[in-house]
């Protein structure tokens, strides 16, 4: 099997430019030289470019040559995609530090050693780029009518209007893939297919200024739940790979608990088991088997990010707490000063809530426990002498320690 029939079996390509010369390209025993792009908007990668990373990863075991662009460039505008307001500004002290805490994360995953793969940053040739022959070289190839077209454009102008700023971003990501595809013989720019506008933007100028036609573009399923809305959300935030933002234990417990039915895709697009494996796995996926396959893609997706050590610590915890034994040293854990705390207050500095009124609605419920007992009373104090295991619901739970 090739690695294109791979991608494909496992439902990962959403859309290709040229889908015959990309499985030409791509299984025709050369290395391919490929990039995506990631804008250093934060200071931690989330789940969805964890999904880049990995499908990189595979690109990369199949002999070809992985280019992580950071945009530090890009970022100091935002791309508009998916977004209903413009996103902050930032500074280029902000970039070039969220720019550095990635290249940590990428390597985490992908093998950066010279000859296998490398990481470039587009500030480094927008620098010296004059505006005026920016516009006349590249804008020229763009039609504005056709860029309103695209649903990156179209979804903002329907709503609270796009930015002069932001509409500039689908050429700058394009003269991305048209100078690696000159200074470093990129063919092929991948990526999310919320992106597929900005992709094909790219690999369609790099056709025009170039007279060339060996520039692609592909692009791959999002992290979808089964109800059509992307995966990474939590009560917490957004499901970071760092492990200070978003704890190794709660980023096994976030995969442990995805919904049923979703667990073989994810298992298919996340994972490196072979997916011969996971096709029999599906025929009988029902009862404790499917308790198990959770557990096994909990496992497999926080080894990748967090290592073996991690992602046994964080299994051990949870089948400790989730089986009725002790308390777990490897379970979350926060630290608070009082050793006497109103319920809604520990709830909140436990970050198992959000809000006053989110804890009150808990406790209301009956959806809060101490120590395994329920607590109904919204002015319960709870006594803290050394720590008190705090509930909320079935799946989440944090220690609370005392620290005096």
Known sequence: MTIFQELKRRGLIAQMSHEKEIEELLSGGDSVKFYIGFDATADSLHVGGLMQLITMKRLQDAGHYPVALLGTAT???????????????LTPEDIAYNAERFKKQFSQIIDLRPGKAEIVKNGDWFADIKYLDFLRDIGRHFSVNKMLTAECFRSRLEGKGLSFLEFNYMLLQSYDFLHLYRAKDVK??????????????????????ESKTDAFAMTFSLLLTKDGKKMGKTEKGAVWLDSNKFSVYDFFQYFRNVDDADVINLLKMMTFIPIEEIEEMEKTLEGAKLNTAKELLAFELTKTVHGVDAAQKARDAARNVFGGGAVDANMPSVTVSEKQINILDLLIQAKLCGSKRDARTNVEQGGVSVDDEKITDVNAVIEINDFVVVKKGKKNFVRVNSKN
Do not use: E
Not at 76 to 82: A, M, N
Not at 188 to 209: E, F, P
């Open 188 to 209: 092929m720019q991948i990526g999310g297919d919320d992106q597929w506008s900005n992709i094909l933007a790219g690999a369609d100028l790099v056709r025009r200024v």
């Open 75 to 89: 970022s100091l505008i935002g791309d508009p995609t998916g977004k209903t307001d413009m996103r902050k500004m």
